[in-house]
């Protein structure tokens, strides 16, 4: 047994906060992060002063973080295209994992191991929204993931999710190489929550986790969005739905700019006080935080859930389907669910006359169709 899993049932987990604002207080300059061409680009720091990246995880380890995160969030070819080293993702994805393994063996003790996970964030293009296709994107999400399992983290976090289209992606491209290596590590899929309620393209959490329990990931949940206080919903859902341990790194409150420099509104304690509900009163497994979260954030977060232990959930998931905005339940409360069939490439004719001919639009129609004539779900079949 992964000795991961196994401490998500004795204990509250807690990962670290940001890497990129924590970069930021760094002052690196352009020369730091290897010319002008590479400046802003955290990945290349690998190669150029990873002595940047060490004191990060360095200062979430002094405060007791159980693990840090790898510096590989944009370490996809996609977004390495952006400073021509589209090339290079495989070695900085293998170098992020290395250093950080080093650094966490440091630390590590029999009594209180640490562990490295292998940061892969949503990149810089969107199936849903045709940016990118969704086989150029897992293609390039399966070259991140080969360096950072090589580079031997301990598991794999697919974070920040936008799209469930992306992350289905990203998740695909995991065990597909898991499938070719004969082993695995454990997976968290974290999706991100806008303040308006649902994912960037307008997927509810309730259709989210329908989507994505099916593949075999070992903890849902979230991170980044607006903070912890706008989290609490979607959070309760998830503890209350999913059958797996739940995660939650927030930001530390929605960023503004004072004094010209980007501000955080959350405090240490403010925001430890948001974490101790999430783990206290409804009993999510893994805790940490994302942007503008600092070691001082962190200290708070580990000495409040080392007073707590894991709240035991009677988590029910609810039989659904789910488009890539809402779930369907299966059962109905007064009525039989009711499955359109005409967009089924199998036994209609319109429908296989309308693919031949690349009608989109007209598809469409014929969805949209069914759905007036009160379908609660489609079986696509093409």
């Known amino acids: 047994m992964n000795s991961f899993l196994d401490a998500l049932k004795e204990r509250i987990v807690v990962f670290d906060g940001a890497m990129g604002t924590n970069l930021q207080t760094q002052n690196l300059t352009e020369e730091d992060y290897g010319g002008l061409q590479f400046e802003g680009c955290p990945e290349y720091l690998l190669i150029t002063k990873p002595e940047a990246i060490e004191k990060v995880h360095t200062a979430f380890f002094d405060v007791g973080c159980d693990v840090v995160e790898t510096n590989s969030f944009g370490g996809t070819p996609v977004v390495l295209v952006e400073y021509q080293i589209a090339h290079m993702a495989y070695e900085l994805n293998f170098k992020a994992a290395e250093l950080a393994k080093r650094i966490a063996a440091d630390y590590s003790t029999k009594d209180k191991p640490r562990w490295v996970s292998g940061s892969i964030g949503p990149g810089t293009k969107l199936p849903t929204l045709g940016h990118i296709t969704y086989r150029e994107l897992k293609s390039a999400y399966l070259e991140q993931v080969r360096g950072l399992v090589d580079g031997g983290v301990d598991l794999l976090q697919v974070e920040t999710c936008q799209d469930v289209l992306q992350t289905k992606a990203a998740l695909s491209a995991i065990f597909e ?132 232990t894991p709240k035991v959930r009677d988590a029910k998931l609810v039989p659904s389907a789910s488009s890539i905005y809402f779930q369907q339940p299966y059962v109905q409360d007064n009525s039989f669910l009711i499955v359109g ?8 004719k319109k429908m296989r006359d309308l693919l031949n001919a690349e009608d989109w639009d007209g598809l469409i129609k014929l969805a949209k169709d069914q759905e007036r004539e009160g379908a609660h779900i489609l079986d696509v079949n093409v």
């Open 177 to 308: 190489y898991f499938e070719q290596i004969k082993r695995r590590v454990p997976v968290i899929a974290q999706v991100t929550i806008e303040i308006f309620g649902t994912m960037l393209n307008g997927t509810e959490i309730g259709a989210a986790l329908t989507a994505l329990e099916p593949f075999p990931i070992d903890v849902i949940g979230m991170n980044c969005g607006t903070g912890p206080k706008h989290m609490t919903e979607s959070i309760r859902y998830l503890c209350e739905n999913a059958p797996l341990p739940v995660s939650v790194l927030p930001n530390a409150g929605l960023p503004e700019v004072k004094d010209g420099e980007q501000h955080y509104d959350e405090t240490p304690e403010t925001f430890t006080a948001q974490i101790i509900h999430f783990a206290r009163d409804f009993g999510v497994n893994i805790v940490g935080g994302c942007c503008g979260t600092t070691p001082a954030h962190l200290k708070m977060v580990v000495e409040a859930m080392g007073r707590l």
């Open 341 to 348: 069939e005409r967009v089924n490439a199998s036994g209609s």
